[in-house]
């Protein structure tokens, strides 16, 4: 079994949304399927089938997290505190070259990265060109849109 890289707060979300998926949604289904039988003829009911859908596509995230849970393993961030070498959990602040706009990343494992919220995945272009570089450090990264080339302002561990 390979281990998921994930930081504590990932860690807690990914277990967060399993107690909800088990206590409460798995709940709210098997209502929705009980109210839906009571509508007669199951063959033609539309109620029936969307919550019987509902219930197998939670029933499948619920065994991915069970899976994710069971593999994670879980870096502590506050033990890199110190460090100006950017590695898995930093959070670093980048300078565009091209439009001297701000970015700020935090690299984290892949079940919680979330680009809008600025977590990127550890397998992504820009955290594997960012691993192992520093302050004041230039970055080229190749992405699907085209490269880019940002600057390395600050390394945060958090």
Same mark, same amino acid.
């Given at each position: 079994? &390979? +281990?998921? #890289?994930m930081?504590?707060g990932g ?6 949304e399993l107690k ?5 949604q798995r709940?709210r ?10 509508? =007669?003829d199951?063959?033609e009911n $539309?109620e029936?089938?969307? $919550?019987k859908?509902?219930q197998?596509? *939670?029933?499948g995230?619920i ?6 849970i069971?593999?994670?393993d879980i !870096?502590?961030?506050?033990?890199? $505190?110190?460090s %100006?070498? !950017? +590695?898995f959990?930093a959070?670093?602040?980048? !300078?565009?070259?091209?439009t &001297?706009e701000e +970015? *700020?990343y935090?690299?984290v494992?892949e079940p919680e990265s979330? @680009? +809008?919220?600025?977590k990127?995945?550890?397998?992504? #272009? ?10 004041? %450090?230039?970055?080229? @990264? *190749?992405?699907p =849109?085209?490269g880019k ?9 958090r």
């Open positions: 079994m &390979e +281990k998921v #890289p930081t504590a860690f807690a979300a990914l277990e967060a909800d998926r088990q206590q409460v709940q289904i098997i209502a929705a399927i009980s109210e839906a039988r009571a509508h =007669g199951l063959s $539309a029936y089938h969307a $919550a859908e509902s197998a596509l *939670n029933e995230r065994q991915e997290l069970e899976s994710l069971g593999r994670a !870096i502590d961030i506050a033990k890199l $505190a110190g %100006d070498t !950017i +590695k959990g959070t670093v602040k980048l !300078i565009d070259d091209d &001297e +970015k *700020n935090q690299i494992g979330d @680009v +809008k919220s600025g990127v995945s550890i397998g992504s #272009p820009i955290a594997r060109a960012l691993i192992g570089k520093k302050v004041g %450090d230039s970055v080229q @990264v *190749n992405t =849109g085209g080339s940002y600057e390395v302002v600050s390394v945060i561990f």
